[in-house]
């Protein structure tokens, strides 16, 4: 074996996870992906660029972290593609504006609050299976991110906690959830996959001043299913 070839594991490590393979996600965001057209906020994208996708996957999965898919995580859910969480923070950017105060039901792997973290946002995090929720809350602590999150069926939001400048679900549910939409501040925005099995579409409503709801779809997606109850 040659001194080049020596397996040296920080380096491989390092290779999969480098900051090159990092670019190349972003450059793909930039283009756009089956889902829809490319993501164009450099703040959205800068923060895809710092957080590291890595250490919100399960060490096998790490060499595929920076690929454009969801990714199991346990528990029979998934971690969302990059470009979702991509769409999904930009559509909360109206108008450039960018809101304090956001409210994520479904934090799984902690990935989209942690993106939401580094832009500057108050993050506050629902998850109704424990054991994904404290291993969340771990990655939160190493990466020195400030989340406040509670173990609890998102689905009735976080009333004491609000009313939020922003909303996302990522979980779908066949509807609209009132509780949540009942939590969005006017002037606030809400994005949440709506539909059943694999006819979800990614929606965005707008509460105005006085309390006006404005919906638009923004693109079809896949998510796991909302669903009731706690899990330890
Ligand atoms: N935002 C996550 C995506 C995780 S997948 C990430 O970035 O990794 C969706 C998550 O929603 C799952 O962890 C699932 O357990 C959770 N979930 C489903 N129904 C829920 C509910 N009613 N309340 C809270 N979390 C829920």
């Known amino acids: 074996m040659t001194a080049r070839m020596r397996l ?8 999969m996870t480098s ?8 450059e793909r965001l930039r283009e756009g992906a089956p889902n829809g057209g490319g993501i164009r906020d450099e703040r959205v994208l800068n923060a895809i660029r710092t957080v590291p996708r890595h250490l919100f996957v399960d060490e096998a999965l790490a060499t595929r972290a920076y690929e454009d898919t969801a990714l199991p995580i346990g528990f029979g859910q ?17 108008d450039g504006a960018q809101p304090k105060k956001v409210l994520e039901v479904g934090t799984g792997s902690g990935y989209q609050a942690a993106i939401l973290a580094a ?3 108050e993050v506050h995090t629902v998850e109704r299976i424990g054991e994904l929720l404290r291993t969340a809350r771990k990655r939160f602590r190493t990466l020195g991110l400030n989340v406040r999150s509670k173990h609890d069926d998102g689905r009735i939001g976080w009333p004491e906690n609000g ?23 006017p002037g606030g925005t809400l994005v949440a996959p709506v539909g059943g099995g694999n006819a979800q579409s990614l929606l965005r409503l707008r509460k105005d001043a006085n309390g006006v709801i404005e919906q638009t779809t923004l693109a079809p997606v896949v998510f796991v299913p ?5 899990v330890d």
């Open 226 to 230: 909302l669903l009731s109850g706690l």
């Open 163 to 185: 009313p939020f400048d922003a909303i996302v679900v990522t979980a779908a549910a066949p509807a609209l959830v009132d509780a949540l939409t009942e939590q969005l501040a």
């Open 119 to 121: 832009l500057g946002l």
């Open 19 to 26: 900051q090159r393979v990092r670019d190349r996600l972003i």
């Open 8 to 15: 040296d594991p920080q380096a491989i490590g390092l290779g």
């Open 78 to 94: 998934t971690i969302s593609q990059p470009w979702v969480v991509a769409k999904m923070t930009e559509a909360l950017f109206v």
